[in-house]
């Protein structure tokens, strides 16, 4: 079995500053990818980025970046320069890589709210 | 635009009758998913489809659920003698079955409320 935690239910930031959101997973799979999806009020999820559990560097995308430490269990998204469009749910979620499904778990998620 | 769509968007349906909500995955992806949000909450693996074939269905797929995708296109979600309980965002995914990402693509959503 598959859990995700976050335990930020939600977070203030002022625009123009970096924002980390915590998540720590557990798992038995010995290969699995990290994901973080973004939700906006109109209620879509929105793919930000993925780590796989053995890649050897972190992963970057735009203004996004994974936070990955492995031994802890972590995968953390930090939000650089934040912008008002930013506001939203975030979700961290996880992912068995094997070749049968790949259904997603996801974690209780925290809310951002950027203030100009 | 060639993303996942859902149809309704929304649905106010009163306890006790059925409601189907259809899902539109992108065009060359073979694996579909359905899940549900509560308020709150992160989304919760419902059911998935390879193909035409149902895969895996979550134990929250009660026997009230049912869930098709007769062609390995289009999916139907029905849900029988609705509950109260039953209210929530009910969203769509899909995915590519070839490349390391296996990245799954959301839908807006379907928002059903039960009175």
């Known amino acids: 079995a598959q859990k995700i935690t976050q335990t930020q239910p939600g977070m203030f930031v002022q625009e123009k500053e970096a924002v980390t959101l915590d998540c720590t997973y557990d798992?038995?799979?010995?290969?699995?990818?990290l994901f973080w999806y973004k939700q906006p009020s109109s209620g879509e999820m929105i793919f930000l980025i993925y780590?796989?559990?053995?890649?050897?560097q972190n992963a970057t995308e735009g203004r996004y970046s994974l936070n990955f430490q492995k031994a802890r269990k972590s995968a953390n998204l930090v939000i650089s320069a934040s912008q008002l469009g930013d506001s939203a749910m975030y979700f961290c979620?996880?992912?068995?890589?094997?070749?049968?499904?790949?259904?997603?778990?996801f974690g209780g998620g925290t809310r951002v709210l950027v203030k100009p | 635009d060639t993303g996942v769509s859902q149809d309704p968007r929304h649905k106010i349906t009163k306890r006790g009758q059925n409601v189907t909500f259809r899902c539109d995955p992108i065009?060359?992806?073979?694996?579909l998913y359905w899940y549900r949000q509560t308020l709150g909450q992160g989304p919760e693996f419902l059911t998935y489809?390879?193909?035409?074939?149902?895969?895996?269905k979550s134990r929250l797929l009660s026997d009230r659920f049912s869930a098709e995708r007769p062609k390995g296109s289009f999916s139907t979600l029905e849900i029988q003698r609705t509950e109260q309980g039953d209210s929530a965002m009910y969203l769509c995914?899909?995915?590519?079955?070839?490349?390391?990402?296996?990245?799954?693509?959301f839908g807006p959503g379907t928002r059903l409320t039960v009175t």
């Open positions: 995914a899909s995915s590519a079955q070839m490349g390391s990402l296996l990245e799954q693509y």
């Open positions: 798992t038995s799979d010995p290969s699995y990818g």
């Open positions: 780590q796989g559990s053995y890649d050897q």
């Open positions: 979620a996880m992912r068995p890589i094997k070749a049968a499904g790949n259904k997603l778990t």
């Open positions: 065009s060359e992806h073979n694996r």
């Open positions: 489809f390879q193909n035409e074939a149902q895969l895996e």
